[in-house]
């Protein structure tokens, strides 16, 4: 069983910085991060493919934040910058063969303050 574990998260001020971190149980071939706020569907933050490196953002994750991976460890880690209210959600990191939509961390709560 494909186990996902978080670190990270909590609250910070607008403007401010957090680090998500996420450590996998097993070597995937794309983790990622979303988010979620209540009422709304879950949405991809960012997403990176542990063979190439590459990675997606959203729109709103641009120029802010940043999901960098270690192969040997399979862990993935999002940095977030310049946070803004908006960002307040829970932050789920995933994983999966060729799309991180299969397997599911516990989901960690960002809350930024104005």
């Known amino acids: 069983q494909v186990q996902l574990v978080e670190s990270g998260g909590g609250l910070v001020q607008a403007g401010g910085s957090l680090r998500l971190s996420c450590a996998a149980s097993v070597s995937l071939g794309a983790m990622g991060w979303y988010r979620q706020t209540p009422g709304k569907e879950r949405e991809l933050v960012a997403a990176i493919i542990s063979s190439s490196g590459r990675t997606k953002y959203s729109d709103s994750a641009k120029g802010r934040f940043t999901i960098s991976g270690d192969n040997a460890k399979n862990t993935v880690t999002l940095q977030m910058n310049s946070l803004k209210p908006e960002d307040t959600a829970v932050y789920y990191c995933?994983?999966?063969?060729?799309?991180?939509?299969?397997?599911w961390g516990q989901g960690t709560q960002v809350t930024v303050s104005s």
């Open positions: 995933s994983a999966g063969v060729l799309i991180p939509n299969e397997f």
